[in-house]
């Protein structure tokens, strides 16, 4: 091989590996949202913090729940990118929560709309009560039931409630790629 087909057949493999380096580190798990070094999320839903999520592990940790001084719930809202679809959501090591179960609620849209009292419950995607018997289980096929293959591209807002003491969560959202 001479030298210039050398260096150009160098050059393609550092291409590739850079290529398949980027690929990797575009699906490894990001933080959308850590109440620890971020702060606390909204308390109303009809004003829910917006995180940014993308393609691959997006993470949710907080707190929620009644420290003695009233129920502190946690709202947010996330889009789905076009193209993709929300595939999996996972309960993460390190939940804790408070007597038997804690709650999570799943609405269509920029806002939650149903009250704490149940009011408008017609509205949720889906809802359910977790335990930390269910760390590392994929809680989306509940909490949306007969959406096969996922929530597709769109808007989305959680609602995460704790009614006795206070509880802390982690949540892996995951973004896949949709086939065309």
């Known amino acids: 091989m001479t030298p210039i087909r050398s260096a150009a057949a160098a050059s393609a493999k550092i291409a590739a590996a850079l290529l398949a380096l980027c690929f990797t580190l575009g699906a490894q798990a990001a933080t959308a949202w850590s109440e620890s070094s971020s702060g606390d999320l909204s308390n109303d839903g009809l004003a829910p913090t917006l995180l940014s999520f993308g393609l691959g592990s997006n993470t949710v940790f907080g707190g929620a729940g009644n420290s003695g001084e009233g129920i502190d719930r946690d709202y947010f809202s996330f889009v789905v990118p076009v193209g993709m679809a929300l595939t999996g959501l996972t309960l993460l090591d390190g939940t804790s929560i408070s007597g038997a179960s804690s709650f999570l609620g799943l609405q269509a849209g920029p806002q939650l709309t149903v009250t704490p009292s149940g009011a408008g419950v017609e509205n949720l995607l889906g809802f359910l009560h977790y335990g930390n018997d269910q760390i590392g289980t994929d809680l989306l096929p509940t909490l949306a ?36």
């Open 145 to 180: 039931v007969g959406m096969t293959g996922g929530l597709p591209s769109g808007a989305y807002s959680v609602w995460v409630q704790e009614t006795g003491g206070s509880i802390q969560y982690g949540f892996d959202f995951a973004i896949s790629a949709v086939p065309e």
